[in-house]
């Protein structure tokens, strides 16, 4: 049994003792009303991860002033009116023993009305009627820094325990610290100090309004991803050193800027723990608390962090959102209960930037807490197929009370996750996600039936009440004039055999899979291999840090990618293309590998017995795993 002694242990700062060294980090949700007043779904939401027994929640980065929102439904300070509704939210969460903080901060040049792309002139610009960003003038400078105090005094006000200063993500603070934002040439610019200035302004401001026993954490950009040109290790170490010798009572380490947000974020690519050096770097330069964040997913890493003294917090994110029961089931040894964070953005930050209210993949129920009751039932109900949907609703219904029995086809369980795990980059994350369902149906008494299809047969030997068809989908096929005689094979095959004749292969279809199956045809299997996208963009249908990294790994790989490329056929060895008005031949190909969608594969299932059936997930329509996941969520409420 593992020891996670240090994960919770107590620890006191100032005047706030936190009952282990757990933290949520602050993550925008869009939950706050749209004038940024808190809502009861806001404190459902944070009520629920509070229950799970977190030792200390940062609450949203709130705006101190009305031109430095950052988005809408943006929960806001900057108004003695929003102490009402913050209190209620820190008295709700005070009865389950949590501390809680709430971040302030001011967007600055990264305003909704700034110009997507353009960099500010100088930092902390204040946008007007989407002009290109300006430097402020000293009055106004002085102007924020007394708004960042009267944020801070209404927090204290509101019954928080902690404020936390962001100064981190290419937020106003942090424009003025980076050497890539700032090119003032005043008090406020130019060495590492004078950057500064702001900052400590605004430190000095905020502890007068809050006093010298009450808290005061800053949330610093360690690495902006720039090399020297930003803020690196190296400069972070000394800004660190600054604002400790400034009173401030812990820091609060991340990365990522503008230009590099995929540092916050933490994707698929990214190994787990990718910032714990910056906080070892930092722990040695100072001798306040130092927290840490970055796809820290395994309990005994976080304690592993714990011990070897590297940080005092350990900050997890995502891993709230998908599970707020983390703490809980980590500190009585039921790891494989927790549900895991795949680090795919679709949910959380995915759906931010498409302007939407967060979700989760992998939790369907963020946002909803509460707001539904799960139906009681007693039924005996036949889930046919073992892929992402059949799995969830599988353990969804018996949770209910249901005897549920899956069949699957397959000799394995997991559908097309059985694929995406072969990109090495996804392997860890995905693999984590199958353990967890496989034993929660191991857990809720399913019994999983392996190499049996749903038939006629097979039904009426269950006797089922109801049945669930989650059959999934299938690759898209098309014919490719002059392919007689040769091999033409789909993205899954390849994915699925790990194998693919010949040596030259040309790649249908430029989308996710495409792409992932081109490098692993490359890289695995040491083919040549050309891909074709008949779109302007490859790539488009990834999210937009998975797919910065993807494209490096291709570049390396020397992959030669045609875009608005249509297809034509072979001309004997030869692929026959065209681009515009022109036509164009590639070199020998010897294997064609499609990878231009899927579609349902959904038949008339038992349409000669008496049975209601319910499809669910991809043999509906073909999605990514979110839909798939939400489809499955939405049809438990309807059974």
Not at 549 to 568: C, D, H
Request: charged content about 25%; glycine content about 10%; hydrophobic content about 40%.
């Amino acid at each position: 049994m593992k020891n996670y002694n240090k994960l919770f242990e107590k620890i006191k700062v100032k005047s706030a003792e936190m009952k282990n060294r757990l933290v949520m980090a602050p993550m925008a949700t869009r939950f706050a009303s749209f004038n940024g007043e808190v809502t009861e779904r806001l404190i459902r939401y944070y009520e629920e991860r509070a229950k799970g027994g977190v030792g200390l929640i940062t609450i949203e980065a709130s705006a101190i002033s009305r031109e430095g929102i950052g988005w809408e439904n943006n929960l806001s300070i900057y108004d003695d009116h929003y102490v009402k509704g913050l209190q209620k939210l820190t008295d709700t969460l005070h009865q389950y023993g949590t501390k809680v903080s709430l971040e302030i901060f001011h967007t600055g040049s990264k305003a909704p009305a700034a110009i997507i792309g353009q960099l500010p002139v100088a930092p902390s610009s204040l946008n007007q009627g989407g002009s290109v960003p300006r430097e402020l003038d000293v009055e106004e400078i002085k102007v924020l820094v007394k708004k960042f105090g009267d944020a801070a005094r209404r927090a204290k006000e509101a019954g928080f325990d902690i404020v936390n200063i962001h100064m981190a993500h290419g937020y106003l603070i942090n424009q003025f610290l980076s050497p890539l934002t700032n090119k003032r040439n005043d008090a406020y610019g130019g060495s590492t100090e004078k950057r500064a200035t702001f900052a400590l302004e605004v430190i000095a401001e905020v502890r007068k309004q809050v006093g010298d026993d009450f808290p005061v954490f800053c949330r610093l950009t360690a690495e902006e991803g720039v090399g020297s040109i930003g803020i690196d290790v190296h400069e972070s170490v000394k800004i660190a050193a600054i604002l400790e010798k400034a009173g401030v009572d812990a820091i609060d380490i991340s990365g990522g800027s503008s230009l590099k947000p995929y540092l916050t974020e933490g994707t698929y690519s990214l190994k787990p723990g990718f910032l714990v050096y910056l906080a070892e770097a930092i722990k040695k330069a100072v001798d306040i608390p130092i927290t840490i964040v970055g796809k820290i997913r395994k309990p005994e890493f976080a304690e592993e962090i714990l011990q070897k003294g590297i940080a005092d917090f350990i900050v997890l994110g995502r891993p709230f959102i998908t599970d707020p029961y983390w703490p809980e089931k980590v500190k009585n040894h039921r790891e494989a209960e927790i549900v895991p964070c795949i680090s795919c953005v679709q949910g959380c930050t995915g759906r931010l930037g498409k302007d939407l209210e967060i979700s989760c993949t992998v939790n369907p129920g963020v946002g909803r807490e509460g707001m539904f009751k799960s139906p009681c039932t007693a039924k005996k109900v036949l889930v046919a197929g073992g892929g992402i949907s059949g799995m969830y609703l599988a353990n969804e219904l018996a949770k209910q009370g249901n005897q549920v029995t899956l069949l699957e086809k397959e000799a394995h369980l997991g559908g097309q996750i059985n694929l995406a795990v072969v990109p090495h980059h996804k392997s860890n994350d995905l693999v984590t996600l199958l353990d967890y369902l496989k034993h929660q149906l191991d857990l809720n008494g399913v019994q999983v039936r392996l190499n049996e299809a749903a038939t006629v047969k097979s039904v009426q030997k269950y006797s089922p009440d109801m049945i669930i068809q989650a059959t999934g989908a299938e690759p898209k096929v098309c014919k490719i004039p002059g392919t007689e005689g040769m091999d033409v094979l789909s993205a899954w095959e390849v994915l699925k055999d790990k194998a693919c004749p010949g040596k030259n292969i040309a790649v249908i279809g430029g989308g996710e899979v495409g792409l992932e199956t081109a490098e692993f045809l490359t890289n695995d299997l040491k083919k040549n291999v050309t891909v074709f996208e008949i779109l302007p963009e490859y790539g488009k249908d990834m999210n937009r840090h998975e797919r910065q990294f993807l494209l490096q790994r291709l570049e390396k790989s020397n992959i030669e990618i045609f875009t608005q490329a249509k297809v034509l056929g072979m001309k004997g060895k030869n692929l026959h293309f065209k681009r515009g008005d022109l036509d164009e031949l590639t070199g020998p190909i010897d294997t064609l590998v499609l990878a231009i969608g899927s579609q349902s594969q959904r038949s008339q299932l038992c349409q000669d017995l008496d049975i209601p059936v319910c499809p669910a997930g991809d043999c509906i329509v073909p999605g990514r795993m979110f839909e798939a996941f939400h489809s499955a969520e939405m049809l438990k409420y309807e059974i």
